[in-house]
């Protein structure tokens, strides 16, 4: 059986993820079994789960109430659908994975980190093969946010002071993490995200 491979995507507000999501499972898709996720969700329980993380007053949950709902989501998430894909030979692509959570809840909520890392290993939560991380000015990316439109703008309400210190986190994570993860410019076109994106897995999968 051909291996899986564990593909996150990841940034701020508004950065591409879900374009280039969509892109990766067209141009992928002749390659191998292509399973398009998203968290916080991607099964049934932690879609429900969402809708309390993404809707309503940006002040509804503390930093360790809403690490403690994404991690339920998330190994809801881990064991309805990315470990049987994985396990089938699939490639997973998810838009948001636990970077995100260390991007919003550590370093822009203020939650400790080894808090993260406990619920980490609690849930078996396995690390990405390849992380893209899209890197734009965040005062951009809000602006171009759809959250507003489907009612999931909780975070987007937040100050700029918040998404700034969410970028410099992920650019942080990204340089600690070198061999796992990719910065690609969230500002140029979709189609040439998407190419750098192509020829990072090509370089590292």
């Known amino acids: 059986m051909a291996q899986g491979r564990f593909i996150t995507l990841e940034g701020g507000e508004g950065v591409g993820k879900s374009t280039l999501a969509r892109g990766l499972q067209a141009a992928l898709s002749a390659r191998a079994e292509i399973v398009l996720t998203r968290e916080p969700g991607g099964a049934p329980g932690a879609d429900a789960i969402r809708a309390l993380l993404v809707q309503g007053d940006s002040n509804r949950w503390s930093a360790m109430e809403e690490a403690l709902l994404l ?19 699939a490639w997973v692509i998810c838009d948001r994975y636990y970077d995100s959570t260390r991007a919003y809840q550590v370093a822009a909520g203020g939650l400790d980190a080894a808090t993260l890392n406990a619920l980490n290993t609690m849930i078996q939560a396995p690390a990405p093969d390849l992380t893209l991380v899209l890197d734009l000015d965040p005062t951009a990316g809000v602006d171009r946010s759809r959250g507003a439109s489907v009612g999931e703008d909780r975070f987007e309400k937040k100050g700029a002071d918040f998404h700034a210190r969410v970028r410099a986190e992920f650019l942080a994570i990204a340089e600690r993490e070198p061999r796992r993860c990719a910065v690609l410019d969230a500002s140029q076109p ?16």
């Open 190 to 205: 979709a189609d040439a995200v998407l190419a750098s994106a192509l020829r990072e897995i090509e370089a590292r999968l």
């Open 71 to 89: 991690a339920a989501a998330r190994l809801n998430h881990l064991t309805q659908t990315i470990k049987p894909a994985l396990a089938r030979g």
